[in-house]
Protein backbone atom coordinates (compact mmCIF):
# COMPACT_ATOMS: atom_id res chain seq x y z
CA UNK A 1 0.00 0.00 0.00
CA UNK A 2 2.86 2.50 0.69
CA UNK A 3 4.36 1.57 -2.77
CA UNK A 4 1.15 2.56 -4.58
CA UNK A 5 0.72 5.81 -2.44
CA UNK A 6 4.21 6.47 -3.13
CA UNK A 7 3.69 6.17 -6.72
CA UNK A 8 0.69 7.64 -6.88
CA UNK A 9 2.15 10.79 -5.10
CA UNK A 10 5.39 10.46 -7.77
CA UNK A 11 5.71 13.63 -9.83
CA UNK A 12 5.77 12.65 -13.72
CA UNK A 13 9.14 13.14 -15.15
CA UNK A 14 8.22 15.83 -17.56
CA UNK A 15 6.53 17.86 -14.60
CA UNK A 16 9.78 17.34 -12.68
CA UNK A 17 12.02 18.48 -15.19
CA UNK A 18 10.10 21.78 -15.87
CA UNK A 19 9.71 22.47 -12.24
CA UNK A 20 13.27 21.96 -11.35
CA UNK A 21 14.25 24.62 -14.96
CA UNK A 22 11.37 26.64 -13.67
CA UNK A 23 12.91 27.09 -10.32
CA UNK A 24 16.39 27.42 -11.22
CA UNK A 25 15.43 30.25 -13.29
CA UNK A 26 13.56 32.12 -10.51
CA UNK A 27 16.61 31.80 -7.70
CA UNK A 28 19.10 33.14 -10.69
CA UNK A 29 17.05 36.26 -11.37
CA UNK A 30 16.36 36.46 -7.43
CA UNK A 31 12.63 36.27 -7.89
CA UNK A 32 10.68 35.28 -5.00
CA UNK A 33 10.27 31.83 -4.98
CA UNK A 34 6.88 31.61 -3.18
CA UNK A 35 5.20 34.30 -5.04
CA UNK A 36 6.01 33.01 -8.46
CA UNK A 37 5.10 29.42 -7.73
CA UNK A 38 1.50 30.23 -6.57
CA UNK A 39 1.25 32.45 -10.01
CA UNK A 40 2.32 29.58 -12.05
CA UNK A 41 -0.36 27.54 -10.28
CA UNK A 42 -3.36 30.15 -10.84
CA UNK A 43 -2.10 30.44 -14.01
CA UNK A 44 -2.69 26.81 -15.00
CA UNK A 45 -5.56 26.09 -12.70
CA UNK A 46 -7.15 28.92 -14.77
CA UNK A 47 -6.07 26.93 -17.83
CA UNK A 48 -7.13 23.83 -16.55
CA UNK A 49 -11.18 25.21 -16.71
CA UNK A 50 -11.00 25.85 -19.85
CA UNK A 51 -9.32 22.73 -21.80
CA UNK A 52 -10.26 19.12 -21.49
CA UNK A 53 -8.09 16.26 -23.00
CA UNK A 54 -5.38 17.66 -20.90
CA UNK A 55 -7.23 19.40 -17.91
CA UNK A 56 -5.94 16.24 -15.66
CA UNK A 57 -2.08 16.96 -16.45
CA UNK A 58 -2.57 20.77 -15.59
CA UNK A 59 -4.19 20.35 -12.43
CA UNK A 60 -1.15 17.74 -11.77
CA UNK A 61 0.84 20.30 -12.15
CA UNK A 62 -0.71 23.28 -10.43
CA UNK A 63 -1.13 20.86 -7.36
CA UNK A 64 2.28 20.98 -7.50
CA UNK A 65 3.27 24.35 -7.65
CA UNK A 66 0.46 24.95 -4.61
CA UNK A 67 2.61 22.58 -2.73
CA UNK A 68 6.02 24.28 -3.18
CA UNK A 69 4.31 27.58 -2.20
CA UNK A 70 2.71 26.61 0.84
CA UNK A 71 6.01 24.91 1.82
CA UNK A 72 7.71 28.08 0.85
CA UNK A 73 5.26 30.11 3.08
CA UNK A 74 6.45 27.37 6.03
CA UNK A 75 9.70 27.96 5.62
CA UNK A 76 10.35 24.83 4.26
CA UNK A 77 13.40 23.58 1.48
CA UNK A 78 12.68 22.55 -1.48
CA UNK A 79 14.08 19.22 -1.37
CA UNK A 80 11.85 18.58 2.19
CA UNK A 81 8.70 19.84 -0.05
CA UNK A 82 9.69 17.13 -2.39
CA UNK A 83 10.69 14.35 -0.17
CA UNK A 84 8.56 11.23 -1.18
CA UNK A 85 7.41 12.74 -4.82
CA UNK A 86 10.38 12.55 -6.62
CA UNK A 87 13.14 9.63 -7.41
CA UNK A 88 15.94 9.49 -4.64
CA UNK A 89 18.95 10.54 -7.18
CA UNK A 90 17.18 13.86 -7.93
CA UNK A 91 16.48 14.13 -4.03
CA UNK A 92 20.44 14.19 -3.48
CA UNK A 93 20.83 16.71 -6.24
CA UNK A 94 18.44 18.99 -4.39
CA UNK A 95 20.01 18.12 -0.80
CA UNK A 96 23.44 18.83 -1.95
CA UNK A 97 22.50 22.12 -3.23
CA UNK A 98 20.82 22.91 -0.40
CA UNK A 99 24.22 22.71 0.95
CA UNK A 100 25.97 24.62 -1.29
CA UNK A 101 24.55 26.35 -4.27
CA UNK A 102 20.79 25.81 -4.61
CA UNK A 103 21.31 27.02 -8.46
CA UNK A 104 23.67 24.18 -9.37
CA UNK A 105 21.53 21.56 -7.61
CA UNK A 106 18.40 22.32 -9.25
CA UNK A 107 20.46 22.13 -12.32
CA UNK A 108 21.64 18.73 -11.76
CA UNK A 109 18.38 17.05 -10.47
CA UNK A 110 16.91 18.49 -14.22
CA UNK A 111 19.69 16.87 -15.99
CA UNK A 112 19.10 13.56 -13.88
CA UNK A 113 15.34 13.75 -14.86
CA UNK A 114 15.71 14.40 -18.68
CA UNK A 115 18.36 11.36 -18.47
CA UNK A 116 15.98 9.00 -16.83
CA UNK A 117 13.16 10.00 -19.04
CA UNK A 118 14.97 9.69 -21.93
CA UNK A 119 15.97 6.06 -20.65
CA UNK A 120 12.46 5.00 -19.56
CA UNK A 121 11.41 5.82 -23.28
CA UNK A 122 14.06 4.06 -24.88
CA UNK A 123 13.21 1.07 -21.99
CA UNK A 124 9.62 1.52 -23.11
CA UNK A 125 9.84 1.12 -26.50
CA UNK A 126 12.36 -1.60 -26.61
CA UNK A 127 9.48 -3.55 -24.21
CA UNK A 128 6.70 -2.65 -26.54
CA UNK A 129 8.03 -3.63 -29.69
CA UNK A 130 8.57 -7.11 -29.08
CA UNK A 131 5.50 -7.50 -27.00
CA UNK A 132 3.25 -6.20 -30.09
CA UNK A 133 5.46 -8.69 -32.40
CA UNK A 134 4.57 -11.16 -30.06
CA UNK A 135 0.92 -10.35 -29.91
CA UNK A 136 0.90 -10.42 -33.30
CA UNK A 137 2.67 -14.22 -33.98
CA UNK A 138 -0.13 -15.74 -31.21
CA UNK A 139 -3.09 -13.86 -33.65
CA UNK A 140 -0.85 -15.02 -36.92
CA UNK A 141 -0.71 -18.52 -35.51
CA UNK A 142 -4.19 -18.96 -34.19
CA UNK A 143 -5.84 -17.48 -37.90
CA UNK A 144 -3.42 -20.21 -39.57
CA UNK A 145 -5.52 -22.75 -37.11
CA UNK A 146 -8.63 -21.57 -37.31
CA UNK A 147 -9.42 -20.76 -40.90
CA UNK A 148 -6.25 -23.20 -43.08
CA UNK A 149 -5.05 -26.27 -41.04
CA UNK A 150 -8.58 -26.68 -39.44
CA UNK A 151 -10.02 -27.20 -43.14
CA UNK A 152 -7.30 -30.08 -44.27
CA UNK A 153 -8.24 -31.69 -40.35
CA UNK A 154 -12.05 -32.41 -42.08
CA UNK A 155 -10.11 -33.57 -45.25
CA UNK A 156 -7.79 -35.82 -43.22
CA UNK A 157 -7.30 -36.93 -39.74
CA UNK A 158 -4.82 -35.36 -37.96
CA UNK A 159 -3.53 -38.74 -36.58
CA UNK A 160 -2.56 -39.30 -39.98
CA UNK A 161 -0.31 -36.29 -40.22
CA UNK A 162 3.70 -35.70 -39.61
CA UNK A 163 4.64 -34.93 -35.99
CA UNK A 164 5.75 -31.50 -37.24
CA UNK A 165 2.08 -31.28 -38.34
CA UNK A 166 0.57 -32.22 -35.62
CA UNK A 167 2.24 -30.18 -33.14
CA UNK A 168 1.33 -27.15 -35.32
CA UNK A 169 -1.61 -27.77 -35.65
CA UNK A 170 -2.33 -28.27 -31.56
CA UNK A 171 -0.75 -25.33 -30.73
CA UNK A 172 -2.54 -23.12 -33.50
CA UNK A 173 -5.86 -24.63 -32.07
CA UNK A 174 -5.27 -24.19 -28.26
CA UNK A 175 -3.87 -21.02 -28.03
CA UNK A 176 -5.74 -20.73 -24.71
CA UNK A 177 -3.73 -23.33 -23.18
CA UNK A 178 -0.18 -22.87 -24.06
CA UNK A 179 -0.60 -18.63 -23.73
CA UNK A 180 -1.27 -18.45 -20.04
CA UNK A 181 1.51 -20.80 -19.64
CA UNK A 182 3.62 -18.56 -22.05
CA UNK A 183 2.47 -15.80 -19.78
CA UNK A 184 3.47 -17.47 -16.58
CA UNK A 185 6.89 -18.27 -17.93
CA UNK A 186 7.70 -14.74 -18.52
CA UNK A 187 6.71 -13.68 -15.37
CA UNK A 188 8.54 -16.11 -13.43
CA UNK A 189 11.59 -14.49 -15.63
CA UNK A 190 10.92 -10.68 -14.70
CA UNK A 191 10.39 -12.09 -10.94
CA UNK A 192 14.06 -14.15 -11.01
CA UNK A 193 15.57 -11.04 -12.62
CA UNK A 194 14.46 -8.95 -9.61
CA UNK A 195 15.33 -11.33 -7.08
CA UNK A 196 18.59 -11.75 -8.45
CA UNK A 197 19.08 -8.37 -8.56
CA UNK A 198 18.77 -8.05 -4.87
CA UNK A 199 19.88 -10.68 -3.21
CA UNK A 200 22.78 -11.91 -5.95
CA UNK A 201 26.43 -9.57 -5.47
CA UNK A 202 29.85 -9.60 -5.81
CA UNK A 203 31.88 -12.86 -8.03
CA UNK A 204 28.64 -14.79 -8.42
CA UNK A 205 26.85 -11.97 -9.99
CA UNK A 206 29.71 -10.61 -12.24
CA UNK A 207 29.99 -13.91 -13.46
CA UNK A 208 26.36 -13.84 -15.59
CA UNK A 209 26.32 -10.16 -15.67
CA UNK A 210 26.60 -11.12 -19.51
CA UNK A 211 23.53 -13.15 -19.24
CA UNK A 212 19.83 -11.26 -20.68
CA UNK A 213 18.41 -9.06 -19.08
CA UNK A 214 20.80 -9.10 -16.62
CA UNK A 215 23.18 -7.55 -19.01
CA UNK A 216 20.34 -4.59 -19.33
CA UNK A 217 20.33 -3.93 -15.63
CA UNK A 218 24.15 -4.18 -15.00
CA UNK A 219 24.31 -1.24 -17.73
CA UNK A 220 21.75 0.88 -16.35
CA UNK A 221 22.89 1.02 -13.41
CA UNK A 222 26.36 1.35 -14.46
CA UNK A 223 24.97 4.69 -16.27
CA UNK A 224 22.86 5.80 -13.35
CA UNK A 225 25.80 5.27 -11.07
CA UNK A 226 27.82 7.55 -13.11
CA UNK A 227 25.30 10.10 -13.73
CA UNK A 228 24.37 10.40 -10.20
CA UNK A 229 27.83 11.05 -9.12
CA UNK A 230 28.55 13.51 -12.11
CA UNK A 231 25.11 15.60 -10.75
CA UNK A 232 26.29 15.41 -7.12
CA UNK A 233 29.58 16.44 -8.07
CA UNK A 234 28.18 19.42 -10.45
CA UNK A 235 25.35 20.42 -7.58
CA UNK A 236 29.03 21.04 -5.68
CA UNK A 237 29.37 17.66 -3.47
CA UNK A 238 33.01 16.54 -3.05
CA UNK A 239 33.54 13.13 -5.13
CA UNK A 240 34.20 11.52 -1.80
CA UNK A 241 30.76 12.67 -0.48
CA UNK A 242 28.77 11.85 -3.45
CA UNK A 243 29.63 8.36 -3.35
CA UNK A 244 29.18 8.06 0.75
CA UNK A 245 25.62 9.99 -0.08
CA UNK A 246 24.96 7.77 -3.03
CA UNK A 247 25.66 4.36 -0.88
CA UNK A 248 23.38 6.01 1.96
CA UNK A 249 20.27 6.82 0.09
CA UNK A 250 20.55 4.37 -2.89
CA UNK A 251 17.23 1.69 -2.99
CA UNK A 252 19.45 -0.45 -5.21
CA UNK A 253 21.54 -3.07 -3.26
CA UNK A 254 23.57 -3.76 -6.23
CA UNK A 255 24.49 -0.45 -6.70
CA UNK A 256 25.14 -0.58 -2.82
CA UNK A 257 27.43 -2.78 -3.23
CA UNK A 258 29.92 -1.47 -6.22
CA UNK A 259 29.64 1.97 -3.96
CA UNK A 260 30.74 0.55 -0.58
CA UNK A 261 33.60 -0.89 -2.67
CA UNK A 262 34.65 2.88 -3.81
CA UNK A 263 34.10 4.52 -0.70
CA UNK A 264 36.28 1.78 1.03
CA UNK A 265 39.09 2.46 -1.76
CA UNK A 266 38.91 5.96 -1.06
CA UNK A 267 39.83 6.04 2.48
CA UNK A 268 42.38 3.08 2.08
CA UNK A 269 43.85 6.14 -0.27
CA UNK A 270 43.72 4.33 -3.69
CA UNK A 271 42.34 7.54 -5.11
CA UNK A 272 45.38 8.86 -4.75
CA UNK A 273 46.16 7.76 -8.21
CA UNK A 274 43.60 8.99 -9.12
CA UNK A 275 40.14 8.98 -8.72
CA UNK A 276 38.95 6.95 -11.53
CA UNK A 277 40.77 4.03 -9.83
CA UNK A 278 38.53 4.56 -6.67
CA UNK A 279 35.54 4.58 -8.66
CA UNK A 280 36.49 1.38 -11.66
CA UNK A 281 34.83 -1.65 -10.67
CA UNK A 282 33.34 -4.68 -12.92
CA UNK A 283 30.20 -3.21 -12.83
CA UNK A 284 31.43 -0.84 -15.64
CA UNK A 285 32.06 -2.28 -18.93
CA UNK A 286 35.90 -2.53 -20.09
CA UNK A 287 35.79 0.74 -22.28
CA UNK A 288 34.00 2.84 -19.65
CA UNK A 289 37.33 1.74 -17.14
CA UNK A 290 39.72 2.89 -19.57
CA UNK A 291 37.75 6.03 -19.70
CA UNK A 292 37.83 6.59 -16.00
CA UNK A 293 41.71 5.31 -15.61
CA UNK A 294 42.69 7.68 -18.49
CA UNK A 295 40.95 10.49 -17.27
CA UNK A 296 41.52 10.41 -13.29
CA UNK A 297 45.81 10.92 -14.41
CA UNK A 298 45.10 14.62 -14.28
CA UNK A 299 43.63 16.90 -11.62
CA UNK A 300 41.07 16.23 -9.99
CA UNK A 301 39.09 18.85 -11.78
CA UNK A 302 39.77 17.93 -15.22
CA UNK A 303 38.28 14.51 -14.03
CA UNK A 304 34.87 16.04 -12.31
CA UNK A 305 34.96 17.67 -15.63
CA UNK A 306 34.85 15.28 -17.95
CA UNK A 307 32.72 12.61 -15.36
CA UNK A 308 29.63 14.15 -17.43
CA UNK A 309 30.88 12.99 -21.08
CA UNK A 310 31.88 9.45 -19.38
CA UNK A 311 28.57 8.84 -17.91
CA UNK A 312 27.06 10.23 -21.33
CA UNK A 313 29.48 7.58 -23.23
CA UNK A 314 27.66 4.93 -20.64
CA UNK A 315 23.93 6.07 -20.90
CA UNK A 316 24.89 5.35 -24.72
CA UNK A 317 25.91 2.39 -24.14
CA UNK A 318 23.18 1.07 -21.59
CA UNK A 319 20.31 1.92 -24.42
CA UNK A 320 22.70 0.29 -27.17
CA UNK A 321 22.35 -2.64 -25.10
CA UNK A 322 18.20 -2.53 -24.28
CA UNK A 323 17.79 -1.92 -28.12
CA UNK A 324 19.86 -4.49 -28.94
CA UNK A 325 18.05 -7.11 -26.83
CA UNK A 326 14.85 -5.57 -28.40
CA UNK A 327 16.14 -6.38 -31.69
CA UNK A 328 17.41 -9.95 -31.22
CA UNK A 329 13.70 -10.60 -29.72
CA UNK A 330 12.08 -9.45 -32.81
CA UNK A 331 14.21 -11.79 -34.72
CA UNK A 332 13.40 -14.82 -32.92
CA UNK A 333 9.70 -14.08 -32.80
CA UNK A 334 10.02 -13.26 -36.85
CA UNK A 335 11.51 -16.47 -37.11
CA UNK A 336 8.53 -18.26 -35.01
CA UNK A 337 5.95 -17.12 -37.03
CA UNK A 338 8.21 -18.13 -40.42
CA UNK A 339 8.89 -21.35 -39.17
CA UNK A 340 4.94 -21.93 -38.08
CA UNK A 341 4.00 -20.59 -41.70
CA UNK A 342 6.43 -22.65 -43.54
CA UNK A 343 5.34 -26.32 -41.68
CA UNK A 344 1.87 -25.18 -41.64
CA UNK A 345 1.97 -24.76 -45.71
CA UNK A 346 4.61 -27.77 -45.80
CA UNK A 347 1.91 -29.89 -43.98
CA UNK A 348 -1.60 -28.57 -45.81
CA UNK A 349 1.01 -29.26 -49.32
CA UNK A 350 1.62 -33.10 -47.61
CA UNK A 351 -2.47 -33.49 -46.97
CA UNK A 352 -3.46 -32.55 -50.42
CA UNK A 353 -0.84 -34.29 -52.06
CA UNK A 354 -2.25 -37.45 -50.15
CA UNK A 355 -5.63 -36.89 -50.62
CA UNK A 356 -4.61 -36.58 -54.88
CA UNK A 357 -2.96 -39.85 -54.53
CA UNK A 358 -5.99 -41.63 -53.03
CA UNK A 359 -8.03 -40.24 -55.48
CA UNK A 360 -5.73 -41.55 -57.87
Partial sequence: MNFLQSLIKRIPAQQRIDLYEFLASLMK??????????EVAQTLEQQAETVWLQRSSLKSAAAVYRHIESEQRNGRGIHISLEGRIPDAELMMLLAGSE?????????????????????????????????????????????????????????????????????????????????????????IAALTVLINRKVLGDVREAIHWVPPLNIVRSVTGATYLRTLASLIKAGTPIQKALETMRDRTGSEYMRHYLEDAVSKYRAGVAK????????????????????????????????????????????????????????????????????????????????????????
Fill in 273 to 360: QGPGKAIGSRLFTPWIMVKLDLHSRGTIEAFTSVLSEIADDAEARAMNTIGSLAKWLNIALMVVAASVVLVSLLTMLSVSTSLQSGVS
Fill in 100 to 188: GEPVQGLEAAADMAKSSYQRQIKILKGVAYPSGVLVAVIFAIQWIGENLLSTFADMKDVSTWDSLGQKVFWASTNIEVWTPLLALTLIA
Fill in 29 to 38: NQFDVQKASG
